[in-house]
């Protein structure tokens, strides 16, 4: 079936997603450093099996859904996420989310749990969870190091953009050892980011995310970011994955967040970016959770 560009709102934003076949919809969100391209694997297999797949582009990834206000948190995404749901099919759709787009998709899922089949979550674990547990975990401290690198306003820009976006190439390289993407894939990953406002807006998830005001620094605080996700979720993790350690994953991945369901899968020689890395293993774990949680 073809590739078809769609076009959404919410608001004043406006935002773009990739779209195949027909059927019950299955809405796919990328992470960081990447853009809707990287759902290329997924979109022809659920086509084939009789989904309608739509990977949209994330808040802040192309200039028309750059928010005046700046905001980035995961509450404002998932509303961005809920309002192009309503655009794409009244009834409940599946949900699947990488890196970020995990993050968004937990957070989706709790506020709107009605509107979801499934959630099939990958590489990044409950946010709540993980972002307690970064103090408890050296190794993960140390590994998501560049997180801290991204506060510092004006230097991460500059620094993430020099020759010709080469740190972008080390991340991935560094997050999915043993892997090279396609030159033309990492091209158009670059081509996002070089939009204007683009790669300040993708940093300001990492700013978001670790703003003074919001961190969990209390138990109360704590208490509070482990909420439900009352969505049958499948969470998959690459084996090799130096982005975030799989057993990091699967510590923050507790039956207790997750009422209707949690199965957490490990995906073999694939790292952060396993959907791309493996993409015959995850589509077929992905196909077997949508089939099973279809209404």
């Not at 995310?209 to 509070?224: C, F, G, I, K, V």
Request: charged share 20%; glycine share 8%.
């Amino acid at each position: 079936m073809p590739l078809e560009t769609l076009t959404l709102h919410h608001g004043a934003l406006r935002f773009t997603a990739l779209a195949q076949g027909k059927g019950p919809v299955v809405l796919c969100l990328h992470g960081f450093p990447d853009h809707a391209r990287s759902y290329r694997f997924q979109l022809p297999a659920l086509a084939a099996a009789g989904y309608r797949g739509v990977s949209l582009t994330l808040r802040g990834y192309e200039p028309g859904s750059i928010p005046a206000d700046g905001r980035y948190t995961l509450e404002a995404i998932a509303g961005d996420v809920l309002a192009v749901a309503d655009q794409l099919d009244r009834k409940p759709l599946h949900l699947v989310g990488h890196d970020w787009g995990a993050a968004v998709a937990y957070a989706t899922a709790a506020l709107a749990p009605d509107r979801f089949s499934s959630l099939t979550a990958m590489a990044v674990p409950h946010s709540g969870r993980f972002l307690a547990a970064l103090a408890s975990y050296p190794r993960q401290l140390a590994l998501s190091s560049y997180m801290l690198f991204f506060q510092l306003r004006g230097v991460a820009e500059h620094a993430v953009a020099r020759n010709d976006y080469d740190f972008i190439r080390r991340l991935w390289r560094k997050w999915s050892p043993g892997w090279e993407p396609a030159e033309e894939e990492m091209r158009a990953v670059i081509t996002t980011l070089r939009q204007p406002g683009v790669l300040k807006a993708a940093l300001g998830y990492y700013r978001a995310a670790l703003d003074p005001r919001t961190l969990p620094l209390t138990a109360r605080a704590r208490s509070q970011g482990m909420f439900p996700v009352p969505v049958p979720t499948l969470a998959l993790t690459g084996e090799n994955d130096r982005c975030i350690d799989t057993e990091v994953f699967a510590a923050c991945m507790q039956e207790d967040d997750f009422p209707r369901e949690l199965v957490t899968r490990r995906i073999a020689n694939a790292g952060h970016f396993l959907h791309q890395e493996q993409a015959e293993s995850v589509n077929g774990c992905l196909l077997e959770w949508i089939d099973r949680h279809q209404p």
